[in-house]
């Protein structure tokens, strides 16, 4: 366990050791570790004194934004609101000069009262109440130690938090799972509540204290767990509900919201009442002094803590679980389970006491919501385009955010005629379709975020995209652009050469007017030659072929320059006899294929993808048809999974396992394994070759841990692709 020690965000603080209730399911009082007998029943002014101090000491050393505290028990209210007031005092007085605090506490609800809650709004504590359900689902396990019901004192509790005065602090419901109860029921008297979150807890268990399963179902905690997310999804998710939002995080690529759920370092640390320093509670399920570190408030830094090994363990990740887990699918989501769950015959390298039923919870939420959450333009090959497109758009807005009137007096106009070209036509649209326009926006971005010396005239650049939205649009208004002279390039339309300072353009009939001064040069229809003017050419459907546009350049060979007429006919002509080939040999492929819009050449010898938007590829001008129709496919395919990756989360931890790919060697990661089937499922429908390995490929990727939802739907399509293209070939299917 190497590299520096990753601080503590979160600090369990335990104020009392004692409880009010003798709840039969509590891991700290009824699980193997007993050193509450031992401990101070309330915290001391000491103890809470050097808190504060280390916490400040953590905070600083490690220029922590925020930290959070839980007052934690025990039962914390037991402390009382003098003592209360005192850990708020010290805690705030030492922080907030150097973060900001976030104070929180957990409670059962039965001493809370308007002192407690008053107390609670002076130094915004927010309040989580533990509740297990009904009455008869609560009284299972949370009652008095004479028996009696607490039931209606927490629904007291609830609604006095409730209570406008009160309700900003309320952080929602914490509810232990006890598969003996409904689920439904359970969730309904939750939800009838109106907390503003709700939280199932499995209860602590290990390999050798399981959880109770009354039917024997190794997945019993799951079927709970799914028929309550059931009614909650059915219900349109009306609340919250942290366990369920994490899987569907995880499932989509994101983080895990949940230190009970996937892979996520740990970040919490515990004091309890004398000052001992220890790790998560949970531990004390496992056994005696499973939690203990050796160290305290008084004599220990923070950091001393996050290096122990106890601690360390539990902030590895992927390389803190066990081969078995590693080697499972869902690991991404699950984590392996809670670190505790984990224990058996004294170590903590082993698949949750839960396993099957965190795989059958993760398999079954993604089985209920892979279709309704899946990325548009993973399932709809005509959705990628206008996703493609809004992210232009988002990008264009984000400039004009950055700028924050900065911009001038000229990027205010020039903005405000984009407004009016756009609400006139859909020559905005069209431009900011033109996948290089994506190449300047992120250009003109990165040189305004990095500070970057002799900054681009921004506003005449922006005004040229106006003029040339104008001219596409036929909107019929003088478009001022500052100019020092030589070559003007109006996007998507060609390239003039006029004089400076200013050139105003003009949509004149079926061309356009550029007028410098006294100096005018017309360009009639589209790619028309004229004097002084050099069109974007077009080819077969009206693909451009842009060998003009200055942000053509990033596709990491360089683009050749300025076809001549000759040169430009030789590889229209070729281009278009490799279309047709593309449309008799793999009629499917062609017609994804015609997403390219702009096709400029290259002086490489294949396909180039670069930071466009969707649509552009880099083609050699060397070679024949066929081997420009091959380059056409396998360009598209590079440059469509891009696009996709641009909108969708395929996948996650990128590297964190190896795959050996049926092409090579050498093992890649799953980006490298997804491209490589993509491709290759796109060339099979074109040439031999190519359907074994992608074939086998996609076997690797269906089980690969890293896959999302919209990484597995992807996968899904090429293995239907592949299906067709076997049919078309007459290639029987695999045995």
């Given at each position: 366990?190497?590299?520096?020690?990753?601080?503590?965000?979160?600090?369990?603080?335990?104020?009392?050791?004692?409880?009010?209730?003798?709840?039969?399911?509590?891991?700290?009082y009824?699980?193997?570790?007993?050193?509450?007998?031992?401990?101070?029943?309330?915290i001391?002014?000491?103890a809470?004194?050097?808190?504060a101090?280390?916490?400040?000491?953590?905070?600083?050393?490690?220029?922590?934004?925020?930290v959070?505290?839980?007052?934690?028990?025990?039962?914390?209210?037991?402390?009382g609101?003098?003592?209360l007031?005192?850990v708020?005092e010290?805690?705030?007085?030492?922080?907030?000069?150097v973060?900001?605090?976030?104070l929180?506490?957990?409670?059962?609800?039965?001493?809370?009262?308007?002192?407690f809650?008053?107390?609670?709004?002076?130094?915004?504590?927010?309040?989580?109440?533990?509740?297990?359900?009904?009455?008869?689902?609560?009284?299972?396990?949370r009652?008095?130690?004479?028996?009696?019901s607490?039931?209606?004192?927490?629904?007291?509790?609830?609604?006095?938090?409730?209570?406008?005065?009160?309700?900003h602090?309320d952080?929602?419901?914490?509810?232990?799972i006890d598969?003996?109860?409904?689920?439904?029921?359970?969730?309904d008297?939750?939800?009838?509540?109106?907390?503003?979150?709700?939280d199932?807890?499995?209860?602590?268990?290990?390999w050798?204290?399981?959880?109770?399963?009354?039917?024997?179902s190794?997945?019993?905690?799951?079927?709970?767990?799914l028929?309550?997310?059931d009614?909650?999804?059915?219900?349109?998710?009306?609340?919250?509900?942290?366990?369920?939002?994490?899987?569907?995080?995880?499932l989509?690529?994101?983080?895990?919201?949940?230190?009970?759920?996937?892979?996520?370092?740990t970040?919490?640390?515990v004091v309890?009442?004398?000052g001992?320093?220890?790790?998560?509670?949970s531990?004390k399920?496992?056994?005696?002094?499973?939690?203990?570190?050796g160290?305290d408030?008084?004599?220990?830094?923070?950091?001393?803590?996050?290096a122990?090994?106890?601690?360390?363990?539990?902030?590895?990740?992927?390389?803190?679980v066990?081969?078995?887990?590693?080697r499972?699918p869902?690991?991404?989501?699950?984590?392996?389970?809670?670190?505790?769950h984990?224990?058996?015959?004294g170590h903590?390298?082993n698949?949750?006491?839960?396993?099957?039923d965190?795989?059958?919870?993760?398999?079954?939420?993604?089985?209920?919501?892979?279709?309704?959450?899946?990325?548009?333009?993973?399932t709809?090959?005509?959705?990628?385009?206008?996703?493609?497109?809004?992210?232009?758009?988002?990008?264009?807005?984000?400039?004009h955010?950055?700028?924050?009137?900065?911009?001038?007096e000229?990027?205010?106009?020039?903005?405000?005629?984009?407004?009016?070209?756009?609400e006139?036509?859909?020559?905005?649209?069209?431009?900011?379709?033109?996948p290089?326009?994506?190449?300047?926006?992120?250009?003109?971005?990165?040189?305004?975020?990095?500070?970057?010396?002799?900054?681009?005239?921004?506003?005449?650049?922006?005004?040229?995209y106006?003029?040339?939205?104008a001219?596409?649009?036929?909107?019929?208004?003088?478009?001022?652009?500052?100019h020092?002279g030589g070559?003007l390039h109006?996007?998507t339309?060609g390239?003039?050469?006029?004089a400076?300072?200013?050139?105003?353009?003009?949509?004149?009939?079926?061309g356009?007017?550029?007028?410098?001064?006294?100096?005018?040069?017309?360009?009639?229809?589209?790619?028309?030659?004229?004097?002084?003017?050099?069109p974007?050419?077009?080819?077969?459907?009206?693909?451009?072929?842009?060998?003009?546009?200055?942000?053509?350049?990033r596709f990491?060979?360089?683009?050749?320059?300025?076809?001549?007429?000759?040169a430009?006919?030789?590889?229209?002509?070729?281009?278009?006899?490799?279309w047709?080939?593309?449309r008799?040999t793999?009629?499917?492929?062609?017609a994804?294929?015609?997403?390219?819009?702009?096709?400029?050449?290259?002086t490489?010898?294949?396909?180039a993808v670069g930071?466009h938007?969707?649509?552009?590829?880099g083609?050699?001008l060397?070679g024949?048809?066929?081997?420009?129709?091959?380059?056409?496919l396998?360009g598209?395919?590079r440059?469509?999974?891009?696009?996709l990756?641009?909108?969708?989360?395929l996948?996650?931890?990128?590297g964190?396992w190896?795959?050996?790919?049926?092409?090579q060697?050498?093992?890649?990661?799953?980006?490298?394994?997804?491209?490589?089937?993509?491709?290759?499922?796109?060339?099979?429908?074109?040439?031999?070759?190519?359907?074994?390995?992608?074939?086998?490929?996609?076997?690797?990727?269906?089980?690969a841990?890293?896959?999302?939802?919209?990484?597995?739907?992807?996968?899904a399509?090429?293995?239907?692709?592949?299906?067709?293209?076997?049919?078309?070939?007459g290639?029987p299917?695999?045995?």
């Open positions: 366990m190497t590299g520096p020690p990753v601080p503590f965000r979160e600090i369990v603080l335990k104020v009392h050791s004692r409880c009010d209730l003798a709840c039969d399911h509590c891991y700290i009824e699980h193997a570790d007993q050193s509450w007998r031992t401990r101070p029943k309330a001391s002014d000491q809470i004194s050097w808190t101090l280390r916490l400040a000491e953590h905070a600083t050393t490690h220029a922590l934004p925020s959070t505290v839980i007052l934690h028990g025990g039962e914390p209210l037991l402390a609101p003098a003592r007031r005192r708020c010290e805690l705030t007085s030492a922080l907030a000069p973060t900001a605090l976030d929180r506490i957990h409670t059962n609800g039965l001493q809370l009262g308007p002192r809650l008053d107390l609670f709004d002076e130094f915004g504590v927010k309040v989580g109440i533990s509740l297990d359900g009904d009455k008869a689902a609560n009284d299972r396990h009652r008095f130690a004479d028996g009696r607490s039931h209606p004192h927490v629904l007291r509790a609830v609604a006095l938090l409730h209570q406008e005065r009160y309700c602090l952080l929602g419901l914490l509810c232990t598969v003996a109860n409904d689920p439904v029921t359970v969730y008297a939750l939800l009838a509540l109106a907390p503003p979150r709700i199932f807890l499995l209860p602590h268990a290990t050798e204290q399981p959880p109770p399963r009354p039917d024997g190794p997945t019993a905690y799951a079927d709970w767990i028929a309550a997310f009614r909650w999804n059915d219900q349109g998710r009306p609340v919250p509900v942290r366990l369920f939002e994490s899987v569907l995080s995880t989509s690529g994101g983080p895990s919201l949940t230190e009970s759920l996937g892979l996520a370092p970040d919490l640390v309890e009442t004398d001992t320093l220890e790790q998560v509670d531990l399920s496992a056994y005696e002094g499973a939690a203990a570190t160290f408030v008084y004599t220990h830094a923070l950091d001393e803590v996050a122990h090994p106890g601690v360390r363990a539990r902030r590895l990740g992927l390389d803190g066990g081969e078995t887990c590693r499972c869902v690991v991404r989501s699950c984590g392996g389970g809670l670190y505790t984990r224990y058996r015959d903590f390298a698949p949750s006491v839960y396993c099957a965190l795989e059958a919870l993760v398999r079954g939420v993604e089985d209920r919501t892979a279709a309704a959450t899946a990325a548009p333009a993973v709809d090959p005509a959705a990628l385009p206008a996703e493609q497109h809004e992210l232009t758009r988002v990008l264009l807005a984000e400039l955010s950055e700028l924050a009137g900065r911009g001038g000229r990027w205010a106009a020039a903005w405000e005629l984009a407004g009016t070209v756009e006139r036509s859909g020559g905005l649209d069209a431009i900011l379709a033109h290089y326009t994506r190449t300047w926006l992120l250009d003109c971005l990165a040189a305004l975020r990095e500070g970057r010396a002799g900054a681009p005239d921004l506003a005449g650049q922006l005004a040229r106006v003029a040339a939205a001219v596409r649009g036929r909107v019929d208004v003088p478009v001022r652009i500052a020092p070559p109006l996007p339309l390239t003039a050469e006029v400076g300072p200013e050139v105003v353009v003009r949509a004149t009939g079926e356009l007017l550029l007028r410098a001064g006294a100096t005018e040069l017309r360009a009639g229809r589209p790619g028309e030659e004229g004097a002084g003017w050099r974007v050419r077009r080819g077969a459907n009206g693909t451009a072929l842009d060998d003009l546009d200055p942000w053509r350049d990491g060979v360089p683009a050749a320059g300025r076809l001549t007429p000759a430009a006919a030789d590889w229209t002509g070729r281009l278009e006899r490799a047709a080939l593309l008799e793999a009629p499917g492929q062609a994804r294929a015609a997403g390219l819009t702009t096709l400029t050449p290259v490489g010898t294949g396909p930071p938007g969707y649509g552009a590829l083609l050699p060397a024949g048809p066929r081997e420009l129709a091959r380059a056409l396998l598209h395919r440059a469509r999974l891009r696009a990756l641009d909108v969708a989360d996948y996650a931890l990128d964190a190896s795959h050996r790919a049926p092409w060697e050498a093992p890649v990661p799953v980006s490298a394994l997804l491209a490589g089937a993509y491709e290759r499922a796109g060339l099979a429908a074109y040439e031999d070759g190519h359907t074994e390995h992608a074939e086998r490929a996609l076997d690797l990727l269906e089980n841990a890293e896959l999302t939802v919209d990484g597995k739907l992807l996968v399509d090429v293995r239907k692709e592949l299906g067709q293209a076997r049919e078309r070939s290639t299917p695999r045995g």
